[in-house]
Every structure is written in structure tokens, then in C-alpha cells.
């Protein structure tokens, strides 16, 4: 019912800059957030950024003043800007959308695969 891609991790020296792009497409009625949650290894998954439906945005405190997040028009793609990278944010980094879809009463939540940033020099 809804499919969400994730693109644009990698490897980048500390102080170095990435962005990551975020999708959804499916029988999407309404979108009340996108955002990016990250994990890394032996720690609990952590609030990086969330969009809301009305343009809200909240950042975790460890990225605040350093990553950006923002949408398309169309409100189906969701961009987080990284700058400042330090090797703490060494993390799988994955979407998630909380959306109404066609048929189904209630939120539906949906997960990305997952994409691996890595701060390293």
C-alpha cells in the first residue's frame, strides 16, 4: 500500500556535508509526517527530524543548528541537508511516514530499508 526509498547515504570525512532524499508513493490519501530516525551500533534508534502534515518541523537535540529537514511540493519527498558531520552520526539512517491511505481507517505507519551514513576520515 505505500512504498518508501530512501537514497543518498555514504561515506564522508567529519565537517563534510550529505543529503538524504526520502519517498513515498503508494494509495496515499493524506501525509501527517515524514522524518528520519537513525540507529547506530549498541544504541537505542533516535528522532533526527520530523515534517509534519501543517510544515512542523522537530529536530533531535543532537542535530539541531547542523541538519535540515524539508519536502518537494508535492509533499511525497522529504530531504534531510546533514552538515557539520561528526563521526556521532555514524548511523543507519531510515524514513518514516505516517500516512492515510485509500481503504484502511486509522494512520498507517511505514518504514524505509534503511540507508548507512557513515562520518569517518
Known amino acids: 500500500q505505500v512504498q518508501v526509498v530512501e537514497s543518498g547515504g555514504g561515506l564522508v570525512q567529519p565537517g563534510g556535508s550529505l543529503r538524504l532524499s526520502c519517498a513515498a508513493s503508494g494509495t496515499i490519501t493524506n501525509i501527517y509526517s515524514m522524518g528520519w530516525y537513525r540507529q547506530a551500533p549498541g544504541k537505542q534508534r533516535e528522532l533526527v527530524a520530523v515534517i509534519t502534515g501543517s510544515s512542523s518541523t522537530i529536530y533531535g537535540d543532537s542535530v539541531k543548528g547542523r541538519f535540515t529537514i524539508s519536502r518537494d511540493s508535492a509533499k511525497t519527498t522529504v530531504y534531510l541537508q546533514m552538515n557539520s558531520l561528526e563521526p556521532e552520526d555514524t548511523a543507519v539512517y531510515s524514513c518514516?511516514?505516517?500516512?492515510?491511505?485509500?481503504?484502511?481507517?486509522?494512520?498507517?505507519?511505514?518504514w524505509g530499508q534503511g540507508t548507512q551514513v557513515t562520518v569517518s576520515s
Open positions: 518514516n511516514v505516517i500516512v492515510a491511505v485509500s481503504g484502511r481507517s486509522g494512520p498507517f505507519n511505514a
